[in-house]
């Protein structure tokens, strides 16, 4: 069964850091593309960075480009976003799945930044 499990969210002030982590059960994470997607209140889901299986491509949206960093470590089935210079803009819930999705969503991580 694919689980993901995502943590690390939280509230920070605007400017502030934050690292994101997400533990993926072995179906999900071997051999895939991985991302981390996030959803704004009334806003679609967007993916905002994703890392190919052997962590030596990495993918940004515009909006957090030189901001966040996303990376894997393959022996532990777990992907991470360390996100800096925290904006309003960037608050959201923030979800892991691979790239192109599968299966079920995580619950997902709240992020909360304030200006």
């Known amino acids: 069964q694919v689980q993901l499990v995502e943590s690390g969210g939280g509230l920070v002030q605007a400017g502030g850091s934050l690292r994101l982590s997400c533990a993926a059960s072995?179906?999900?994470?071997?051999?895939?593309?991985m991302g981390w997607y996030r959803q704004a209140p009334g806003k679609q889901r967007e993916l905002v960075a994703d890392?190919?299986?052997?962590?030596?491509?990495?993918n940004y949206a515009d909006s957090v480009k030189d901001r966040f960093t996303i990376s894997r470590d393959n022996a532990k089935n777990t992907v991470y976003l360390q996100m800096n210079s925290l904006r309003p803009e960037d608050t959201a819930v923030y979800y892991c799945?691979?790239?192109?999705?599968?299966?079920?969503w995580g619950q997902g991580t709240q992020v909360t930044v304030s200006s």
């Open positions: 799945n691979a790239n192109p999705v599968s299966g079920s």
């Open positions: 072995r179906t999900i994470f071997r051999f895939n593309i």
């Open positions: 890392i190919s299986s052997g962590g030596s491509r990495t």
